[in-house]
């Protein structure tokens, strides 16, 4: 067991002393080399760990999303919760706060020669909560707060195009832009899953964030 462990740690350091690098010189900056130096470990060290320094980002990405599914299983799985107090609970949890590592990301991911390493987060994030948010859907549909014949897909396509079209990396709406795509956005959610009026309003400070 000492031997996993001493595994696990040595993975995380060069994890953490990556994620360091990456936020403060820039994934495309940063180095092998410069992780070696940091750690004071040898290239034969951390190719045990890691095939390459993309390798490196893909686990750090896969980390971001794991700390978030894990506070979106929580409240999931919490059976004293509505359905839809749940949904603003786990996007509420979602949203990056002021000063946080996940904002920081965010800002590397809008950096034009991030462009995969963004695609990638977006990707992961649509494939590990996609089920998380399909659950509380069917228990909505259950209580009778929502009606739709294809929740997974429902919740695929609302990650997706929210996701994107929210991205200020990607487009730079004008305040009213964007309140009026955040509104539009709400009210195409509320109807898809069949829910009523205003059930998703609070999203708007969410969405208009900034604005």
């Given at each position: 067991m000492r031997t996993v462990k001493e595994h696990e740690e040595r993975r995380n350091e060069i994890l953490d002393t990556a994620e360091r690098l990456f936020l403060t010189k820039g994934y495309t900056k940063a180095t092998?080399?410069?992780?070696l130096q940091e750690i004071g470990i040898a290239k034969g060290t951390f190719y045990h760990y890691f095939k390459s320094k993309e390798e490196v980002m893909d686990a750090i990405i896969m980390r971001i999303v794991q700390q978030d599914v894990a506070i979106a299983q929580n409240i999931a799985a919490n059976p004293d919760i509505p359905a839809i107090?749940?949904?603003?609970?786990i996007l509420m949890a979602q949203a990056p706060k002021a000063g946080e590592r996940k904002e920081q990301w965010i800002e590397q991911f809008h950096q034009p020669n991030n462009a995969e390493m963004h695609q990638k987060g977006l990707v992961q994030a649509i494939i590990h909560l996609t089920p998380i948010l399909t659950e509380v859907i069917?228990?909505?549909?259950?209580?009778?707060?929502?009606?739709?014949?294809?929740?997974?897909?429902?919740?695929e396509f609302l990650i997706a195009s929210s996701q994107i079209i929210f991205d200020e990396g990607l487009f730079q709406w004008q305040p009213q832009e964007t309140l009026q795509k955040a509104q539009a956005f709400i009210s195409m959610m509320e109807k898809v899953l069949g829910a009523k009026k205003d059930s998703f309003a609070y999203l708007l400070q969410l969405l208009v964030k900034g604005q």
């Open positions: 092998i080399n410069d992780i107090e749940k949904i603003q609970q069917q228990q909505g549909i259950e209580e009778g707060i929502f009606e739709t014949a294809y929740p997974q897909e429902t919740v």
